[in-house]
C-alpha cells in the first residue's frame, strides 16, 4: 500500500539525488498512487527557467495488491525510457529511481 512511510522515504531519496524533484500520493479513482517528477538538469540551466525545458521524467507507481507495486514512467523528455516493471517494497522503487538518477550523472547536458 501507498502510504506517507512510503512517500518519506521517496522524498528523502529524490532530495539527496536529483536537484528538482515532487513527489505527492494521488487519491484518485479511490486508490493510492504515488506520483513522481524529477529533473535530470540543474535548475540554472533550464531554458526560460521552465521544469519541462529540462530532461525530465514523471513517474507513477500503484499497489497491485499483496506488497506488489507497478512502477510506469509515462513521460520522459530527453532521457532514458525505462519499462514498466513491478516492485515489491519501497527499497526496490528506490532502486529504480537510482537507475534514473546513475544514467544522469553518466550522461550530462550536451553529451
Not at 59 to 81: D, T
Request: hydrophobic share 40%.
Amino acid at each position: 500500500m501507498i502510504d506517507e512511510h512510503c512517500l518519506q522515504d521517496v522524498q528523502a531519496f529524490l532530495a539527496d539525488n536529483f536537484s528538482a524533484s515532487s513527489a505527492y500520493i494521488s487519491t484518485l479513482g479511490g486508490s493510492s498512487s504515488l506520483m513522481i517528477k524529477v529533473s535530470l538538469d540543474p535548475r540554472e540551466t533550464w531554458a526560460n527557467g521552465i521544469f519541462e525545458n529540462s530532461r525530465w521524467s514523471a513517474i507513477s507507481v500503484h499497489s497491485c495488491g499483496a506488497g506488489v507495486y507497478k512502477l510506469e514512467q509515462f513521460v520522459a523528455s530527453r532521457c532514458i525510457r525505462m519499462r514498466k516493471s513491478k516492485v515489491n517494497s519501497v527499497d526496490q522503487i528506490i532502486d529504480r529511481l537510482q537507475f534514473l538518477a546513475d544514467w544522469a550523472k553518466n550522461n550530462p547536458i550536451g553529451s
